[in-house]
């Protein structure tokens, strides 16, 4: 089968690779229908060394379910189904808690271990604990929407959570990806009231008032914190969602946050600690979040999208076939595209 691989920063190719096939009898064999890029596939397409080993990439995915083990009850050949971005038990502790991420059998697509989507196939372990099916038919106009259950929707929705937005609070909004576009539709659909998005892209600053930011800061360090104090009443936000991951992000999410105030985080941090302990400690601020049990969100974020409450499928504003996810990687690193969806 066709799928693709990463060999290195920028060397990411389209190749024949073995078959997906069942190899445990928990396991579906899934053929995608539609994957995407992610923002996070951007780290290693950037620092990915020559030495490390090639992975097919790839961990978000609707298909159609081609076979399953001899143990999978919950799904059968034919349905039509979603895929989170970890696959898990359904049935360990971590997992009845409503954290999937940190699952005791579980693991991450898209990785040297486990082959991701980017293909025309994937292996799904755990399949009756990772898979839901979708009531809809495999043409439905809602796709791009459904697709970003994988992770954008439920990871936008998990920094809202963990940064405890509620109705009627104060919200920032850090990193205008697809990701923070998607905490944007979350902080909205939690009910907030003021919605600031931090973020310097035109497309994707229009997409996010359109999704209910209430105000932009396009400035950067020091002047984005002024900025957000002032339209926030003084004091900062009650809610930071941290969509990014750098030490800078990080460092602004302190600073914005007022006395009593919640950080999510849900990008991939790219520092070794979270900087400003002694503010962090007299402002009693909480910093929670870390990868979004996208499974968990499932059953909540679902029917929003199907009668039309959110739309997350307009972060997707470019689609290519397997031959066209070079360029597409490409894309997104220039900032050319928020977010690539993939028809193999
Ligand atoms: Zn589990």
């Excluded at 919200?171 to 907030?192: H, M, Q």
């Excluded at 931090?198 to 800061?217: E, M, S």
């Excluded at 990080?250 to 946050?257: F, G």
Aim: hydrophobic letters at 40%; glycine letters at 12%.
């Amino acid at each position: 089968m066709r799928a693709t691989v990463m060999y290195g920063a920028g060397d990411v190719r389209i190749e024949n690779v073995p078959d997906a096939i069942i190899e445990d009898t928990t396991d579906a064999l899934v053929r995608v229908t539609q994957a995407c890029i992610c923002g996070s596939d951007l780290w290693p397409y950037k620092d990915l060394q020559p030495g490390e080993p090639a992975r097919v990439m790839g961990h978000e995915a609707i298909g159609i379910v081609e076979a399953v083990g001899a143990d999978v009850r919950t799904v059968k050949a034919g349905d039509l189904v979603v895929m989170p971005f970890a696959f898990s038990d359904g049935t360990c502790d971590y997992c009845q808690h409503g954290l999937q991420t940190a699952c005791s059998h579980g693991g991450f697509f898209g990785n040297p271990e486990v082959p991701g989507a980017q293909a025309e196939a994937v292996r799904v372990p755990l399949a009756d604990g990772t898979l839901y099916p979708l009531p809809v038919g495999v043409d439905d106009t809602l796709m791009p929407s459904l697709l970003t259950l994988s992770d954008v929707l439920g990871t936008g929705h998990h920094a809202a959570m963990t940064a405890r937005v509620r109705p009627g609070t104060t919200v920032a909004v850090i990193g205008d990806g697809a990701v923070g576009l998607c905490g944007v539709i979350a902080a909205k659909r939690l009910r907030a009231e003021q919605i600031i998005l931090l973020g310097r892209h035109h497309d994707r600053i229009a997409l996010a008032r359109d999704f209910g930011a209430t105000d932009v800061v396009s400035e950067r360090g020091d002047e984005a914190v002024e900025r957000v104090k002032e339209l926030s009443g003084g004091d900062g936000v009650h809610s930071v969602l941290e969509c990014v991951g750098t030490e800078q992000s990080i460092l602004t999410a302190v600073e914005i946050a007022r006395p009593g105030a919640a950080i999510g985080r849900v990008g991939v941090p790219h520092y070794n600690a979270i900087p400003q302990a002694q503010p962090t400690f007299y402002k009693n601020l909480t910093v929670g979040g870390g990868p979004a049990p996208a499974r968990a969100y499932l059953d909540e974020l679902l029917p929003d999208i199907l009668d039309g409450t959110i739309e997350p499928g307009r972060v997707f504003d470019r689609t290519v076939d397997l031959d066209g996810v070079p360029d597409g990687y490409r894309a997104m690193n220039d900032r050319e595209a928020i977010k690539v969806l993939v028809k193999p």
